[in-house]
C-alpha cells in the first residue's frame, strides 16, 4: 500500500529533478548548430552526408540536473557519416576529419575552452555560464552489417538497422584498414526504450492535446514525462548521491539503470507504483543472467554487446551495483506508508540531497506535471528541443 502523500511526494520529487526547457532549447540549438556546420558549403565532409543527433539521456528524455551547481549538463551527440564505409578510411582517419571540422567550428563562435579529444569522441566545452558540454561520436553506417552478424547468431536482429561503427583509439585497429570496427547503435536503444513506454506516451500526449485544444501530433514527445521516465531520474539522483564520493568509479552506469529499469517496467500509470515495480524486479534472473559467474545484461538494440562485461574484471562494479539498488529499496519502502510529509522530507533528505527534498517538500502535494515545466497549452506552440531523429528538413519531435 502505497499513501497518496508518498504517490504525490514522488510525483513532485521527479518534477523538480527535471531540467527545465531552456535548457534543452540551448543543447539542441548547440548540436544543431553542429550539424548545420558539418553540412554548410566548404564542409570538408559535407560530401560524405552527415547527420548530428542525440543520444544517452536527452534522447531518453530522462536527463536531470547536476547534483552540485560545479557539474555540467553532459550532452551526448553522434556524427555519422552516411556516404562513407568502413573499407574507406581507418578510424583514426575518420575522427581526425570530424575534428578538424569540430575545430573550425570551435574557432568561428569563439568557443574559447579548447576541443578536447576522448577516447571515443570529440569534446566541445561551452563557456562556463552554459554549464554544459557535448561529447560528439564520429561514426559510420553500419546497419546492415550489424544485422548479418546477429542474425549469423542468431540473435534479435530487430534493432540492427540504424546501427553504427563508431571509433577507439585505444584499440589496435585504430590506424589499421579493417571492416573490424566497435559499433553501437544508439537510435536502435532509443528505439527500444520508447517501446517501453509507448502506451503511457501515448496516453499522456492525447491528455495535454485534449486539455489545450491542439492536435496530439503537434506535442512533440519530449515535451511529456512517462512514469518510466521519471522513475529512472529519481533512480539515478539516488545513485549520484550514494555515490558522491566514489574514487574509484564504480558507481552504477546510467545505461544499466536504463536497461533494467526499461525491462522491469510494466506500465504502470503513477510515478510511484512504476519506482516500486521497477525496484523489486531490477535484479530479476529475466533481466541479469548468468553465464556461470559472469554476469550478463544484454543491450536490448544489440544482444551480442554485454553491458555488464567490466563486472568480471572489476568486481567492485557488481557490488556496488547490488549495493546501491538495496540502498534504494530500503530507503524508498520507508516512505511508502508514510502520512507526514515532514517525516518524508526528513528521511530523504539525506538520499536525495538537502536542497532538492526542500524544493520537493515545498511544492503542493497532489500535483503531478505531465509535462516538463510547462503547461499544456504551450505543448503545441512551443520549439522543439531535442530530437533523435534526422535534423533534416524538419526538426525532430522526439522526446529527447
Not at 533494467?260 to 543472467?289: C, P, Q, T, W
Amino acid at each position: 500500500m502505497i499513501t497518496d502523500l508518498a504517490r504525490d511526494y514522488l510525483e513532485a520529487l521527479a518534477d523538480e529533478l527535471a531540467i527545465n526547457d531552456t535548457r534543452y532549447e540551448k543543447a539542441y540549438a548547440s548540436y544543431e548548430a553542429v550539424g548545420d556546420w558539418l553540412n554548410r558549403e566548404g564542409s570538408a565532409i559535407k560530401k560524405f552526408d552527415p547527420i548530428v543527433y542525440v543520444q544517452g539521456s536527452f534522447a531518453f528524455g530522462t536527463v536531470i540536473k547536476p547534483y552540485t551547481n560545479k557539474e555540467e549538463y553532459d550532452v551526448d551527440a553522434v556524427c555519422e557519416l552516411r556516404n562513407l564505409s568502413k573499407s574507406n578510411l581507418t578510424q583514426h582517419r575518420l575522427k581526425e576529419l570530424v575534428g578538424k571540422e569540430l575545430e573550425a567550428y570551435r574557432l568561428k563562435y569563439g568557443i574559447d575552452k579548447p576541443l578536447d579529444e576522448g577516447r571515443r569522441c570529440w569534446t566541445l566545452n561551452y563557456a562556463d555560464e552554459a554549464q554544459f558540454h557535448m561529447d560528439i561520436v564520429p561514426s559510420l553506417s553500419n546497419g546492415q552489417s550489424v544485422k548479418l552478424l546477429l542474425e549469423q547468431r542468431s540473435l534479435d536482429s530487430h534493432w540492427a538497422n540504424t546501427a553504427i561503427a563508431i571509433t577507439d583509439n585505444e584499440i589496435e585497429s585504430y590506424n589499421v584498414l579493417t571492416e573490424d570496427w566497435p559499433r553501437s547503435n544508439p537510435k536502435g536503444y532509443r528505439d527500444w526504450f520508447k517501446s517501453r513506454l509507448e502506451v503511457q506516451l501515448a496516453q499522456r500526449k492525447l491528455a495535454l492535446a485534449t486539455e489545450s485544444h491542439a492536435n496530439v501530433e503537434d506535442i512533440p514527445d519530449y515535451r511529456v514525462r512517462t512514469p518510466l521516465q521519471s522513475a529512472i531520474m529519481i533512480l539515478k539522483r539516488h545513485r549520484d548521491v550514494l555515490f558522491s564520493e566514489d574514487k574509484d568509479h564504480k558507481s552504477p552506469i546510467s545505461i544499466i539503470i536504463t536497461t533494467l529499469a526499461g525491462h522491469a517496467y510494466n506500465g504502470e500509470e503513477k510515478v510511484a507504483d512504476a519506482l516500486f515495480s521497477i525496484l523489486s524486479r531490477m535484479d530479476s534472473d529475466e533481466f541479469i543472467k548468468r553465464d556461470g559467474e559472469k554476469f550478463v545484461i544484454l543491450n536490448p538494440s544489440d544482444p551480442s554487446e554485454n553491458f555488464a562485461d567490466k563486472w568480471e574484471e572489476f568486481p567492485e562494479r557488481k557490488d556496488a551495483f547490488f549495493e546501491w539498488l538495496n540502498n534504494a529499496r530500503d530507503e524508498f519502502e520507508v516512505i511508502k506508508v508514510e502520512r507526514n510529509k515532514s517525516a518524508i522530507t526528513e528521511k530523504l533528505s539525506p538520499k536525495i540531497g538537502d536542497e532538492l527534498a526542500k524544493l520537493v517538500d515545498k511544492r503542493t502535494s497532489g500535483t503531478s506535471s505531465l509535462m516538463r515545466g510547462s503547461s499544456a497549452a504551450a505543448a503545441s506552440s512551443s520549439q522543439p528541443a531535442f530530437g533523435a531523429q534526422e535534423r533534416r528538413p524538419t526538426k525532430p519531435k522526439g522526446f529527447a
